[in-house]
């Protein structure tokens, strides 16, 4: 079973969330980009925009996922929906290879009540997948590691359990 991870990262701390799973899990990683949100006030404010407004947009991944088995996918919490980029892209891939885990970092500011419904959506057979939901402060704290702790754990059961259902297909 190969898996890659898949990240958004406007400013760069999901994507340091994505380089700490991606050397516990031994696996790449995939870049979601768009030139639309740069780093600064003004990718600040369409990034708000476009998030309020639920729009999506053309996004491109980067290296192509390819041969993969199952997939973690992270990004930025925006307004309190999953980033439009990781939005945009989820509605447009063509593949099903499972998502088995969702990451997202978030500024610490009000409930992520709107994600719950979108990272519901994602999981394959309507199993919600396990979601890993860091804020800034909490990145590089004893507190995260022991949460990726569990978010591992319950990764890597569910790969297992991807794995067995592959072999039973296989075997059928
Ligand atoms: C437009 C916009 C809206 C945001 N809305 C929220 C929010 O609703 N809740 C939250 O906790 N953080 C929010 N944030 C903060 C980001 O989620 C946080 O800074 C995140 O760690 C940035 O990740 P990145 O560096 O990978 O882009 C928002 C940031 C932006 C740009």
Redesign the pocket.
Known sequence: MTGRIIVY???????RLAEALAARFSVPISRIATARYGSGALG?AR??FD?LRQVKLPVTLSPAVGAADWVLLGG?????YLSTPVRSYLEARTDDIPILGVFT??????E?DNIEGQIKAIGPNGATPPWLALT?EQLDTAEATVMMDAFEAEVRSRIEQAGAAQATRRDA
Do not use: D, K, L, V
């Open positions: 990262s406007r400013t760069g701390t999901t994507s600040y990034a708000g998030s930025p919490i925006w307004t309190s970092t978030g500024g610490g500011q009000g992520p800034r």
